[in-house]
């Protein structure tokens, strides 16, 4: 098996710094990396994060995720002139990110303005075995004659973000001629950060160490002969601690410790040890696709690293930011991106991750109770974004208006609710697929019946029945509305998901039961009508349409808002992303394909895609309906968010949601995997041009690798498994064969699927 592509990045741009910087950023889902390069550029934003490191730096400011002291940036001196790919001439470039290992390489030869040649390559990872660690080697040889060259490089503390400085440096150290170390606290001292440096520098160098201005820095200058080669060997160590009786001299020894080992193994071996973790990795999730286009491949390799890099396994009490830990795009939050988009892939191929996720959600059930509590409900009240500790973190007001000085309030945390359902969805997911008794019987019935407390004590009653009022649906472009379909049908089904969950557990009280039935049997679910259109709420179907095409060919950047006011847009029938569609995706089984294709058909037109979160979704809806090109061109441009041409979209971070849903189409739009009450489902429909797609898949408990071709279904299972093939349910054991043309296929030319895997035969 060939363990996966590369990123390329065609060549040096200023205008693509800081998206390059994104895309290629090293982690290891403790720490994230920005791809910045060692030489300083005004335009490049540096970035390093560790999961949970979250602080508030001032009144009326939410948590945010810290931007740590920069270990990346070394200062070049070649001949006294300082290395800047903005002056001389680069004659040869080549940068590449190796998702197969996660190491970042480049090389160039550059001319400097004095005419002198050099070669210059750096290498750099986040240690996939060690999380703590970040080695770099950074390689110069002066090509045509001697040079003298100098590096300065160290503990950058002057790191900010975007300005907002979060640590006090407490304490800097030299150890010798090699080690330096920083120790930093968070401004409200709540959080300790040790960040401790090997610096060696091959040959003779002269070398000092200064600390100036939040800068701790190793100089070293030496003479090296053309041909030559001086190497900087740079070995980080970060670790941090949130624990009150933590003891600082306590981690900044055990780190200086730690380096010192690694230290005395060097980069090459350290890498070798990172490399078989990544191998793993690829071993136990890696989606394999064969087809005319290689682009397609290297997008799923992308989305796999990234999804692998930007994950907390090593701890629950963290969860995923909306740009990963590759930048400071939405403060490092956590949103329903992380249920939706992004669990979904650990529940098939590494559950415990999974299980892990939820349970960041189970430990921040106080937050979630006291928003409730605060806003006059029951139950658990999640908060639209939020950091480590599980309160609100949704910032108050968003843009201001320049020439009125008022600012823009953001409605999100008061009223995008849905978010409570979407967390019981996963819950649900994490169940069908896995079986997991014991944590459904504790964690899992806990949010689920907190989550269906919050709906019941949500819902008001009007006109003889229940209604769910003034939310904002997925669809963040029309505010303050009643009975938004999303809304209502997902929050029945958290409902009728707890009361399931709770029945078989013993759990709940007979008011819960009284009260979950009569939400079960009161709320109002909007209707779908003769044409199969679902009323996205209770007025969205009486406002006028407009013409949205040329917004559309600028989907994400959010355009109408030049044109139209927020509350003008409000008024008109503009989706910003997925929502009506969003809920045939999240309910399968509740619309059949008639109704998918009528809502893909109404609401697409009126759908910008102004978030990243819209077009996957099309597309594997597109999918399950049959309509494999459409999905297949939803799914490229979903990839596009990140890996297209555009050169900014990407600068505060990559697009986690997007991200994940590249996995998501691959697997639940092609190759059709959906849970059912009664289990998993696949139903694929390859894209024309994939001869094969190979995929691992976990299913309760059983390890299994799908192949999927145009004629045939493949299944490799570690042991017995049962799951539903179209419209059969299917045991298979060892290996298993089948023919797609032993499938009832559709006049669409799909295997039919509708309502046929409700329950069990
Ligand atoms: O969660 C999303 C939301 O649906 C649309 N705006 C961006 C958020 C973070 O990705």
């Given at each position: 098996m060939m363990y996966a592509t590369t990123l390329n990045e065609p060549g040096f741009s200023p205008h693509s710094l800081n998206k390059y910087a994104s895309l290629m950023a090293s982690g290891n889902g403790y720490m994230g990396v920005r791809a910045t390069h060692e030489e300083d550029y005004t335009v490049q934003t540096r970035g390093m994060y560790l999961a949970g490191l979250y602080h508030r730096a001032g009144k009326g400011e939410t948590n945010e995720l810290v931007n740590l002291p920069?270990?990346?940036g070394v200062q070049i001196e070649l001949n006294g002139a300082p290395f800047s790919?903005?002056?001389?001439?680069?004659?040869q470039w080549h940068r590449e990110l190796n998702f197969a290992t996660g190491e970042l390489h480049r090389s160039v030869v550059w001319q400097a303005p004095c005419g002198a040649h050099f070669a210059i390559e750096s290498r750099r990872f986040a240690s996939a075995a060690q999380p703590e660690l970040f080695a770099l080697r950074l390689t110069i040889t002066p090509l045509d004659t001697a040079a003298r060259i100098s590096l300065s490089t160290g503990i950058d503390a002057?790191?900010?973000?975007t300005g907002r400085q979060h640590l006090d440096e407490t304490q800097v150290r030299v150890f010798g001629q090699h080690y330096l170390q920083g120790v930093y606290t968070t401004q409200d001292g709540a959080a300790e950060v040790v960040i401790s440096s090997f610096c060696h520098i091959s040959g003779e160098a002269q070398s000092n160490v200064t600390a100036k201005n939040r800068r701790l820095l190793q100089n070293s200058a030496l003479e090296v002969a053309a041909g030559e080669r001086v190497t900087l060997e740079k070995i980080t160590w970060i670790t941090w601690s949130d624990d009150s009786r933590r003891e600082s001299a306590t981690l900044s020894g055990q780190s200086l410790q730690a380096l010192r080992e690694c230290a005395s193994r060097g980069y090459d071996s350290l890498f070798s040890a990172s490399k078989s973790a990544w191998r793993r990795f690829w071993q136990r999730s890696r989606v394999e696709i064969e087809g005319s286009d290689p682009r397609d491949q290297q997008a799923l390799d992308y989305a796999l690293y990234h999804l692998h890099i930007m994950t907390p396994e090593h701890d629950e009490r963290s969860s995923i930011a909306a740009k990963a830990l590759t930048g400071e795009g939405y403060k490092g939050h956590v949103f329903w991106d992380t249920e939706v988009f992004l669990l979904p892939f650990h529940l098939f191929t590494a559950p415990d991750v999974a299980r892990q996720l939820l349970r960041y959600r189970w430990h921040n059930l106080p937050g979630a109770r006291e928003k409730a509590r605060r806003n006059g409900w029951q139950g658990a009240l999640f908060p639209w974004e939020s950091a480590r500790r599980g309160e609100e973190e949704t910032p108050e007001f968003a843009a201001i208006n320049i020439r009125t000085g008022v600012r823009q309030k953001v409605a999100s945390a008061l009223a995008e609710h849905h978010l409570v359902a979407d967390i019981a969805w996963a819950v649900i997911a994490y169940w069908h697929a896995t079986g997991d008794e014991r944590f459904m019987a504790h964690e899992g019935v806990d949010l689920l019946i907190e989550t269906a407390t919050f709906w019941i004590s949500r819902a008001t009653e009007c006109n003889g029945r229940l209604e769910i009022h003034d939310v904002i649906g997925p669809?963040?472009?029309?505010?303050?509305?009643?009975?938004?379909a999303y809304t209502n049908y997902m929050a029945h089904d958290n409902v009728a998901q707890a009361v399931h969950v709770a029945r078989h557990f013993a759990r709940g009280d007979e008011a819960f039961y009284a009260s979950a039935a009569a939400f079960l049997q009161h709320l109002w679910l909007p209707e779908c009508d003769e044409n199969g259109v679902l009323p996205q709420d209770d007025t969205f179907l009486a406002k006028p349409a407009i013409d949205l095409t040329r917004y559309k060919v600028k989907a994400g950047k959010q355009t109408i808002l030049l044109d139209y006011s927020r509350a003008e847009v409000n008024e008109m029938?503009?989706?910003k992303q997925a929502d009506v569609v969003m809920l045939n995706y999240m309910l399968p089984?509740?619309?059949?394909r008639r109704e998918c294709l009528a809502n893909l058909a109404f609401y697409e037109p009126r759908t910008i895609h102004d978030s990243s979160l819209s077009k996957a979704i099309h597309g594997i809806v597109a999918a399950r309906c049959g309509d494999v090109p459409q999905a297949y061109q939803f799914w490229r441009d979903g990839i596009d968010i990140d890996l297209g041409e555009e050169p900014h979209s990407s600068d505060d971070g990559i697009h986690a949601a997007a991200t994940g849903a590249i996995w998501l189409g691959a697997i639940q739009g092609f190759a059709g995997l959906s849970l059912h009450q009664g289990g998993v489902k696949l139903a694929p429909r390859l894209p024309a041009h994939w001869q094969k797609m190979t995929f691992p898949l976990h299913c309760q408990g059983v390890a299994m690798r799908c192949t999927l071709t145009h004629q045939h279904i493949n299944i490799e299972a570690a042991a017995s498994v049962s799951f539903w093939l179209y419209d059969q349910y299917v045991t298979v054991e060892g290996e298993a064969s089948f023919a797609l043309s032993d499938f009832i296929l559709s006049a669409a030319g799909t295997a039919t699927t509708e309502g046929l895997c409700s329950r069990k035969p």
């Open positions: 920069d270990v990346v790919l903005l002056s001389g001439h680069l004659e002057t790191q900010t973000n669809d963040e472009y029309t505010e303050h509305v009643n009975n938004n029938q503009i989706l089984d509740r619309f059949t």
